[in-house]
């Protein structure tokens, strides 16, 4: 199609894309910046999938802007496009391995494959055909997306619930959005079905990367098949309270919580800081901690998810509100503290 002459049409056309493009850049900052500076999980993570999504995004966007706002020479227009929809490919790839590998797929990664395999079709298709192209690959999307979601929604809730419904939502208008945009598209319905497109692509971006940031990292959603034991101590060193999430010597519960605060103690005084611990890994288990007072709560994992941290701290704000005075006043009797199962419940569990 031709370029857009100047006008209202292309002054909206510009602004919207210009906000895209600023959004794009803006979270694939952030996310790989998280990634990066996370040198404990850094192979794990996937925060860098997310940023090379939002970088697909941004050469699609671009891409196509260009050729929207301004005459090319043929070469150029086909060069662009092609550039475009290799882009926009490769997010949906992003998406995909990111949500296969996080809901363990028994697909065989399929989806992420066919995105692979598209994106290489994309190189030799002829021009006429990149609009039903974009449309397969739409329904693909889509298609996706709603096997995850059926799959996921299962055995998620709560906060993390509520952040991927916003992220399934953001996606769904991207897709609204993209499909918008495709040549067939505006060529039956104009430039006014770009720009509302455009709008629709715009709001994808900023609900997607707020749920994105907001969210525990989405390779996280299996937290609670991580959980090993969980110890509280008294500042003393005894122990006030132990829970098993798999089958263990309980008998060594003691010995057990003793050797982990002496463990803290040693690289307190290695490393001559005054600073406690928050995460010490050894081996395949790592031991999180959150301080109080009188008392730490220490979690064994096998994964050191930093949602589990915020749960071991979560589960420590609410140990000291109901057990304060009695942690205060502690003289070695734990019985007082047995119920404390039901904090377990409603903060690991629920």
């Keep these: 199609m031709p370029p857009v002459g100047p006008g209202l049409i292309r002054d909206m056309i510009l602004a919207l894309d210009a906000g895209a493009v600023f959004y794009s850049i803006l979270y694939m900052g952030i996310l790989f910046n998280r990634w990066f500076r996370d040198r404990v999980r ?63 797929f028994k697909s065989k990664n399929i989806f992420s494959k066919s995105f692979t395999i598209l994106s290489l079709v994309t190189i030799i298709l002829p021009l006429e055909l990149m609009g039903l192209l974009a449309l397969f690959v739409s329904v693909l999307a889509i298609s996706g997306l709603f096997y995850f979601i059926n799959l996921s929604m299962k055995r998620i809730s709560g906060n993390v619930r509520k952040n991927l419904d ?69 500042k ?34 290695i490393t001559s800081s005054d600073s406690k611990f928050d995460i010490l890994s050894l081996g395949d288990r790592h031991i999180l901690f959150a301080h109080e007072s009188n008392f730490t709560v220490v979690l064994v994992s096998s994964q050191p998810y930093s949602i589990l941290l915020s749960k071991v701290q979560e589960f420590a704000k ?13 003289r070695s009797r734990i019985t007082e503290f047995q119920s404390a199962s039901d904090i377990i419940d409603i903060v690991f569990l629920s």
Aim: hydrophobic share 50%.
């Design 42 to 104: 850094k192979e794990s993570d996937i925060r860098y999938i997310w940023s090379l999504f939002f970088f697909g995004l941004l050469g699609n966007i671009s891409t196509f802007a260009i050729t929207r706002l301004y005459p090319l020479e043929l070469y150029m227009y086909d060069l662009l496009i092609r550039i475009g929809y290799i882009s926009l490919i490769m997010a949906g790839t992003s998406i995909f391995v990111v949500l296969e590998k996080i809901s363990n």
């Design 166 to 234: 916003r992220i399934f939502l953001a996606i769904f208008l991207g897709f609204l959005g993209y499909v918008f945009r495709i040549e067939p598209f505006v060529e039956l319905f104009g430039y006014e079905i770009y720009i509302i497109g455009g709008f629709l692509v715009l709001a994808c971006l900023i609900l997607l990367g707020e749920g994105i940031l907001d969210s525990p990292a989405l390779d996280e959603l299996d937290w609670q098949k991580h959980l090993v034991e969980l110890y509280v101590t008294h």
């Design 236 to 269: 003393s060193g005894s122990l006030v309270y132990h829970h098993s999430f798999i089958d263990s010597d309980v008998s060594r519960s003691a010995l057990k919580a003793a050797s982990i605060s002496g463990a803290q103690s040693l690289f307190q005084e």
């Design 318 to 330: 609410n140990f000291q509100l109901v057990y304060g005075p009695a942690i205060d006043n502690f």
